[in-house]
């Protein structure tokens, strides 16, 4: 088949598996450039583990520490007329290349919200590992089924209070326009933290406790964004901001149960980067094409897994005390967030129209980011040629 992409919204429906391979390998190749990590986690457990920065903190712990990885992830395989999720072929193409390596590496594909994939992974820790001591927490999922009470819960991107108006981009065509966002009720703001906040992590983490399965000295992170001053009303006081707050509460409860033991838990807080969920939110693009021209004239910029090298080699296995601030968060955003950054960013915010967008922006880069996440606009890859869209994934047959 030739697979092209095809744009739906916020998402491409299509991913191309060959494009997709030569994006892990890419990350791959990046953290083999690499120094290794002073001390390293042996057995690790990733929840969300296809994409964005739940892959990129796999393909790091693999191949910066050595460290055998269980992922978990909701991905669909390809059928005769579809092709497969891109989380499904970049898992497919690390487990490969994983595999070719001399790594242990195995996945379970299901809803990480259910007690089913729950037990599944217990099982497997005991029967492969015995015991985790690094679980990376990285889902984003628009909904959650609970698994008591089989409630569906359904996030929403609102504002609190009032309608929120400001620029946003459709990154596609360019075109600058104004948004207006209705605010959230406080059955979206509830629905929100059901599903983005740390409920399921902390689930997670007493089964594992439970099942003897979590070392003495484990660690555990999530991930979250605080973003700038110009994104706050969307994100960080927004539907999402309370979900976050809560992940945050989660990682201090767990912390104090944890560090009894040797371990600890925290938020990382990380950079604005083109993911499948970021590219949902509005006026976050735009922030985000601004700050790519800024950062990356500066040299600073980073993807998903320099930042994730970054947070393992230069924060957590150093074999020193994890530096955090006084809310328990790790801050990889600290190039982002650089004062003179968000000063370039809030200047060129106010002149920015789609006249000027090109010249203003990196809009294309971020567009690009885009059609990379699904395997399109990679180098080297041949989109006229026909591909085999129907790909494994090593250990699940």
């Known amino acids: 088949m030739i697979v092209e992409p095809k744009v739906r919204g916020f998402i491409c429906t299509t991913a191309h598996p060959i ?7 890419a990350q791959i190749n990046y953290i083999k450039s690499q120094p290794r990590l002073l001390r390293a986690p042996k057995n690790v457990l990733v929840i969300g583990a296809s994409t964005g920065y739940g892959l990129a903190s796999r393909i790091a712990a693999t191949y910066a520490g050595g460290a055998k990885t269980i992922g978990v992830f ?35 594909n299901g809803d990480a ?64 326009s104004e948004v207006a966002i209705e605010p959230a009720n406080a059955e979206d703001v509830a629905h929100t933290v059901a599903v983005m906040g740390g409920d399921d992590w902390q689930l997670w983490m007493d089964l594992l406790k439970k099942e003897n399965v979590l070392a003495d000295d484990a660690i555990t992170f999530a991930y979250s964004y605080v973003g700038p001053e110009l994104t706050h009303a969307i994100y960080k006081n927004g539907t999402i901001g309370n979900a976050k707050d809560h992940l945050l509460s989660t990682a201090q409860v767990l912390n104090e149960t944890l560090r009894q033991s040797g371990g600890r838990a925290f938020v990382s807080v990380n950079k604005a980067l083109v993911t499948q ?15 790519f021209k800024i950062m990356k004239a500066k040299k600073t910029h980073e993807g998903c897994i320099e930042q994730l090298y970054r947070l393992l080699h230069d924060f957590v296995y150093t074999g020193k005390e994890i530096p955090v601030d006084d809310e328990q968060r790790v801050r990889i955003d600290d190039l982002e967030m650089q004062p003179d950054v ?3 960013v809030e200047e060129i915010w106010h002149k920015i129209t789609t006249g000027n967008i090109n010249d203003l922006s990196d809009i ?30 090593d250990s699940m047959g």
Not at 19 to 25: E, I, S, Y
């Open 113 to 176: 919200f259910s007690d089913d994939v729950k037990k599944q992974v217990i099982e497997l820790i005991k029967s492969d590992f015995g015991k985790v001591d690094l679980i990376v927490y990285s889902l984003a999922s628009p909904r959650r089924t609970h698994p008591v009470s089989g409630e569906t819960f359904h996030s929403t991107l609102k504002p609190l209070g009032e309608i929120y108006r400001n620029k946003t981009v459709d990154p596609l065509t360019g075109v600058v």
């Open 19 to 25: 494009g997709c391979f030569h994006n892990v390998a």
């Open 74 to 108: 909701f991905e669909k395989p390809a059928t005769d007329k579809r092709t497969a999720t891109a989380g499904w072929y970049n898992s497919a193409a690390f487990e490969k290349m994983a595999h070719a390596d001399g790594y242990y590496a195995k996945s379970i």
């Open 342 to 344: 968000q000063h370039a």
């Open 364 to 393: 294309a880069g971020y567009r690009h980011d885009f059609y990379r996440l699904f395997g399109f606009e990679v180098d080297g890859v041949d989109y006229q040629k026909d591909v085999n869209i129907d790909v494994k994934i």
């Open 277 to 291: 969920a970021s590219s949902a939110i509005p006026v976050v693009p735009l922030y985000m094409s601004i700050l």
